[in-house]
């Protein structure tokens, strides 16, 4: 069946590292693939997606590529501010529509000062 | 920005009893969703909902839930006889054809 698995958290980085979520996924046919970010006290909030092979998703610094080869979409940010500490969930949907997801279990980022 | 709203934030009852979580999805959107998060777990699909009529459910979806659009504006949960697992976060979620999921802040079930 279909499938997310993202690294385990918590994820404790100082302010301007670089961060890398590594995000694998399982599925059959070629599924949209999304990051969710989680601040505390919100909800969920698309962060960016890619619909297909070698697409990249990008928005607020966040990059992430559709790798088909090796079935993955890791989460990368050159410089990390306080601000980005949240839970950040990699997703996939069957089609392009994002409706019914399937979510990783989350990766809990802390950035310290 | 609009926004999806979710009442109560936290809502807590006893095994057994009925609880209806509520939803007030964004106004011109079609797609309605809620999922579940148990507390250490993945976020899971629960059910979607479309022109008044459940378009998917898990597994999880038993005859203990079910799902109702009973005016314009609000989207229900209803969960006829709780159970200690039931207890979870519940995302409720929206969007129209062509926009991404907008979430609601939650409402967390605790069963007692």
């Known amino acids: 069946g279909n499938s997310v698995t993202q690294m385990e958290g918590p994820v404790t980085l100082s302010e301007e590292a670089f961060l890398t979520i590594n995000c694998t996924y399982t599925?059959?046919?070629?599924?949209?693939l999304f990051w969710y970010v989680q601040y505390p006290g919100e909800g969920l909030q698309l962060l960016l997606k890619?619909?297909?092979?070698?697409d990249k998703g990008s928005n607020k610094g966040f990059e992430a590529t559709y790798r088909k080869e090796t079935t993955s979409f890791h989460l990368e940010k050159g410089s990390v501010q306080v601000s980005d500490s949240a839970v950040y969930f990699c997703?996939?949907?069957?089609?392009?529509?994002?409706?019914?997801?399937?979510f990783g279990q989350g990766t809990e980022l802390s950035v310290k000062p | 920005e609009p926004e999806v709203t979710q009442t109560p934030s936290h809502q807590v009852t006893q095994m057994g009893q009925e609880v209806i979580l509520r939803c007030v999805p964004i106004?011109?959107?079609?797609?309605f969703y809620w999922y579940r998060q148990i507390l250490g777990q993945k976020v899971e699909f629960l059910v979607s909902?479309?022109?008044?009529?459940?378009?998917?459910k898990s597994e999880i979806f038993d005859d203990q839930f079910s799902v109702e659009r009973p005016d314009g504006s609000n989207f229900t949960l209803k969960i006829r006889s709780t159970k200690l697992e039931d207890s979870a976060m519940y995302f409720c979620?929206?969007?129209?054809?062509?926009?991404?999921?907008?979430f609601g802040n939650g409402t967390r079930l605790t069963v007692t």
């Open positions: 979620a929206s969007k129209d054809g062509g926009s991404p999921l907008h």
């Open positions: 599925a059959t046919g070629y599924p949209s």
């Open positions: 890619a619909t297909k092979a070698d």
């Open positions: 997703a996939l949907s069957r089609n392009n529509q994002g409706g019914k997801l399937i």
């Open positions: 106004s011109n959107h079609l797609y």
């Open positions: 909902f479309y022109n008044n009529e459940i378009s998917e």
